[in-house]
C-alpha cells in the first residue's frame, strides 16, 4: 500500500525553525516528484515547495522564498522541509505529496490537484 506519512510538526516561536519529514512506504520518493503544501483555517491548500524526480530542480513560493528548504534523502526514503525564520502566518497543516508525472516543481506547487498521493498533514503552529 503505498503511504505517505508526515512528522515534525509542532508549536514553535517566531523566529524559530522546524523540520518536516515526509517518509513513504511502499514506493520509492525518488521516481516521484514530490510538493509540501499547506492549508490555514478557512484558507485554501497552497503549495509551498517541491522538487522534481529527474533533476532535482526546486521551487518556492514567494512567501517561503530564502526561510525553506526542501531536500531528499534517498537512503531514508524521505523528503525534508526544513523551515527557518518562521512566521505566525506560517501557521497550517503542512501536507506533503507525490506525483508520478515528470511535471516541473513550479507546475506541481501551483496545481495541487495534480498530486497523485497525500499524507494526511502535520500541524505547525507559529505562536509566541
Known amino acids: 500500500q503505498l503511504q505517505l506519512v508526515e512528522s515534525g510538526g509542532g508549536l514553535v516561536q517566531p523566529g524559530g525553525s522546524l523540520t518536516l519529514a515526509c517518509a513513504a512506504s511502499?514506493?520509492?520518493?525518488?521516481?516521484?516528484?514530490i510538493g509540501w503544501f499547506r492549508q490555514a483555517p478557512g484558507e485554501e491548500r497552497e503549495g509551498v515547495s517541491c522538487i522534481s524526480s529527474s533533476d532535482g530542480s526546486t521551487y518556492y513560493s514567494e512567501f517561503v522564498k530564502g526561510r525553506f528548504t526542501i531536500s531528499r534523502d534517498s537512503a531514508e526514503n524521505t523528503v525534508y522541509l526544513q523551515m527557518n525564520s518562521l512566521k505566525p502566518e506560517d501557521t497550517a497543516v503542512y501536507y506533503c505529496?507525490?506525483?508520478?508525472?515528470?511535471?516541473?516543481?513550479?507546475?506541481?506547487?501551483?496545481?495541487?490537484?495534480?498530486?497523485?498521493?497525500w499524507g494526511k498533514g502535520t500541524l505547525v503552529t507559529v505562536s509566541s
Open positions: 511502499g514506493f520509492t520518493l525518488d521516481y516521484y516528484g
Open positions: 505529496a507525490a506525483i508520478i508525472s515528470r511535471v516541473t516543481p513550479k507546475a506541481m506547487c501551483i496545481t495541487p490537484r495534480g498530486m497523485d498521493y
